[in-house]
């Protein structure tokens, strides 16, 4: 795996955000495409996935303040790279799809690359969760007028000029902010399909492993949209 720190302006860092993901980090940093730098913003795991990650010769980045949105912030400000991209730690998704989201931001033709999740088996998307994800989609495509299906946990963009959208929201809602903020500065945002799997043995979302977590995770993005 490339380790160098150095500016990478043709091969995208990857942004994990993780919390206790030990039993899931080592399946998928070996799974990174060729050069891609791994990440992994660890938001205060007690199961030594920061130690794991390193392992695997991943960049860590300790970040004391709790919420997915502040790990996920702390990572793109860690990157070097041009292009960032960012993947959920817990395997449902494979990082070897990173190149369907970080090519078109490569080649020019996108800003922005939200991945679309297609279920593998159908125990990767639980009913509460695929039901929250399409009322969050409607009340997205209200604000922002785009034909978006899906908040794309695996995502691509431009690290300066991520940055420059100023995206204050340490929780949930952080994804959302990142995409209407995109939306109103007139960015060109676009969808591509990637594979969604069950998560790995052992570990739950911590956004939609359970009804309550999905219900703090509409919270946290209906307070976004109110903005």
């Known amino acids: ?59 860590v980045v300790h970040v004391p303040q709790r919420g997915f949105g502040a790990a996920a912030h702390a990572g793109l400000e860690e990157a070097t790279a041009d292009v960032v991209c960012f993947c959920d730690a817990d395997a449902s998704m494979d990082p070897a799809d990173l190149p369907l989201v970080a090519d078109p931001v490569l080649a020019g033709g996108a800003d922005l690359v939200l991945g679309r999740r297609r279920p593998t088996s159908r125990g990767a998307w639980p009913v509460h969760a695929r039901v929250a994800n399409t009322a969050l989609s409607v009340m997205l495509r209200r604000r922002t007028g785009l034909a978006l299906h899906d908040l794309g946990p695996m995502r691509a963009g431009r690290r300066e000029a991520l940055l420059a959208l100023a995206i204050t929201d340490r929780r949930f809602g952080y994804p959302l902010e990142m995409v209407t903020k995109a939306a109103d500065a007139g960015w060109r945002i676009v969808e591509v399909d990637v594979d969604y799997a069950p998560r790995a043995e052992g570990t739950k979302s911590k956004v939609t492993g359970t009804a309550l977590g999905t219900l703090r995770t509409i919270r946290d993005m209906r307070e976004v949209l109110a903005r």
């Open 1 to 59: 795996m490339n380790v160098d720190h150095g500016y990478r302006p043709y091969v995208p860092d990857v942004v994990f955000p993780c919390l206790n993901e030990a039993g899931a980090l080592p399946a998928v940093l070996t799974r990174l495409p060729e050069g891609y730098r791994a990440i992994v913003a660890d938001n205060g795991s007690t199961d030594g996935s920061a130690q794991i990650a390193a392992d695997h010769g991943a960049t």
